[in-house]
């Protein structure tokens, strides 16, 4: 499928953020295809995972209107001890800073595990940021998706409260082990939508021959707000023309306000360590999602200069 779609994305590489965004009059000082500052709390400045909440009309901060917030993680050399979520405010969607006048990063820290994969929607409604992220248990036996919630300052007088508990069966054997990623909510109507990767091994019964052979994408749905889920109701979402040989890693999905809903898709070809690039993906109804003809950004572009490990987990919107 081709379209001529223009679509802002912010995708944080393993070490740097990149934007390309579309002409709009208030985001003219956004260069179509360049490397943003992120700052990060262990002062490494290498961050993963970002999702981005634009602001139309903007809100104050010390004399400092926001248009943009951005959670992500540290992931320095890959240091899952510090991929931690954390936020960051811009004015123009592409210098980021930290405010520790308003909260101090990171938002949480795990509890004998790990955490990883943030998401974050705005309830205009109530004026609140709901920000998700996993916490996950380092032999995969269990993870919980954690929620904080605040206004959009996101002061650190909240505390993370579990939303949803997976537990591994153990009398399972590995291969049949319970591991997602990427969680992203998108709210439509009176329901509020939880898509996720779900990460499947089945080339060995062994933890320590394992490797992720088969993904899908799984969505979950709540018309009782963020705290109430029913895993017993999940589904999973159709996907048309994936390119052949194509193993999803890691989602964002949000709503074009054109009468389509996109997913970013960041996804490998073979071995795990090569040929991560960026898919895009359209649905009309949030089940069958049909995919683009190419990759919108792929690692060995010019611009990187041959130093790129991959795309990772992009965060997208659409102008209106």
């Not at 508990?165 to 992203?184: E, L, M």
């Not at 991560?276 to 009309?284: F, G, V």
Request: aromatic share 16%; glycine share 4%.
């Amino acid at each position: 499928m081709k379209s001529n779609a223009k679509i802002i994305f912010w995708t944080i590489l393993f070490l740097n953020c990149h934007i390309q965004a579309q002409y709009d009059p208030k985001l003219d000082s956004i260069p179509w295809f360049d490397t943003c500052f992120v700052p990060t709390y262990d002062g490494s400045n290498e961050a993963v995972h970002p999702d981005v909440i634009y602001f139309k009309d903007g809100f104050t901060i010390q004399d400092s209107t926001i248009h943009f917030l951005m959670v992500m993680t540290p992931y320095p050399n890959f240091s899952r001890e510090l991929e931690n979520p954390s936020v960051v405010y811009s004015c123009d969607g592409y210098h980021f800073y930290e405010w520790p006048q308003i909260h101090t990063n990171p938002l949480a820290f795990p509890n004998g595990s790990y955490n990883n994969d943030p998401d974050m929607i705005w309830d205009a409604e109530y004026e609140s940021l709901y920000i998700i992220y996993q916490e996950t248990e380092s032999s995969k036996k269990w993870q919980d998706i954690k929620l904080l919630t605040n206004d959009s300052t996101i002061s650190n007088n909240t505390l993370p409260r579990t939303i949803l508990h997976y537990q591994a069966d153990t009398s399972q054997t590995w291969k049949d082990s319970i591991f997602t990623v990427s969680p992203s909510l998108l709210p439509y109507s009176d329901t509020l939508f939880m898509f996720y990767v779900h990460l499947m091994n089945t080339s060995s019964e062994k933890k320590e021959d394992a490797d992720w052979t088969s993904s899908r994408i799984e969505i979950l749905k709540s018309t009782e707000g963020i705290h109430q889920w029913n895993k017993d109701d999940t589904i999973h979402a159709i996907l048309h023309d994936k390119p052949a040989g194509l193993f999803i890693w890691h989602i964002n999905v949000f709503d074009g306000q054109d009468g389509w809903f996109y997913m970013l898709c960041n996804g490998y070809e073979g071995s795990f360590w090569n040929n991560h690039n960026l898919y895009i993906a359209r649905s009309t109804n949030l089940l069958d999602w049909y995919f683009f003809d190419d990759p919108i950004l792929i690692e060995n572009d010019p611009f990187f200069n041959n130093d790129c490990m991959g795309v990772y987990r992009s965060s997208g919107l659409i102008n209106k």
